[in-house]
């Protein structure tokens, strides 16, 4: 076992250099990774304890094969709509981040949605990701139902969401129905925005931000035979 043991710590990069890119590439992720830093500090010395490290080894296993699952559902999404995949992929990826930063959200998630924008041909799939996750807060709706919403919208189509706003349903005139979409999303941002303040918020951002850090361990490592499962 120790010697196991001593293997994994080494591909994990504890000894090397590895460990510092790894957790730099997690801290370009999120800015939370600054502020829950010595939480993070914590946790780690929790989940190298020898009686815990194949569970832990599993589970950044695991978060590295969901991430390369997401990624490669939105590079095809990207293939099928006629647009490079590798630039597109990246401006996405830093999107992704970013949202991640500045909401509870976490970029898989927003990869997702990413993926469903472009599965519907939305002409600005950024910004309907952007719009779902203030729409997702301001009526209570999960991601996806929001996404299909803000891909509408673009379209000056609020059907479905119309639905869960009286204002929408009385609106008569596109200019209406934009202002009264404008206000939506607006608290919509603020509710986000509100979120971060409160302590669910900030260890919500937390955990994604620890996530990411073993997303990228079991990224470095995913190639390795140091465990057998």
Do not use: C, H
């Not at 990069?13 to 370009?28: I, P, R």
């Amino acid at each position: 076992m120790k010697g196991i043991l001593a293997d994994l710590l080494i591909k994990l990069g504890l000894d090397s250099k590895e460990f510092e890119k790894g957790v730099n590439e997690a801290k370009q992720k999120t800015n939370a990774f600054a502020s829950g830093i010595k939480a993070i500090g914590g946790m780690i010395a929790g989940a190298f304890a020898v009686s815990a490290i194949t569970n832990f080894a599993k589970q950044i296993f695991a978060l590295a094969n969901e991430s390369i699952k997401v990624e490669n559902e939105l590079s095809a999404a990207i293939k099928a709509n006629g647009k490079e995949v590798k630039t597109t992929l990246a401006a996405y990826k830093a999107f992704a981040n970013e949202m991640q930063s500045k909401s509870t959200i976490d970029d898989e998630a927003i990869l997702s949605s990413l993926r469903l924008a472009e599965t519907l041909q939305s002409d600005a799939p950024m910004e309907a990701a952007k719009n779902a996750i203030a729409l997702s807060k301001a009526i209570g709706v999960d991601l996806n139902t929001a996404v299909k919403m803000a891909v509408m919208a673009q379209s000056d189509m609020f059907t479905m969401l119309s639905r869960y706003v009286p204002a929408l349903r009385d609106a008569q005139t596109e200019t209406e129905r934009l202002t009264e979409y404008n206000k939506l999303l607006a608290v919509g941002q603020q509710m986000l925005t509100d979120e971060l303040e409160t302590a669910q918020g900030k260890i919500i951002q937390n955990q994604n931000a620890w996530n990411n850090v073993k997303e990228s361990w079991g990224a470095l490592i995913s190639q390795s035979s140091v465990l057998s499962f």
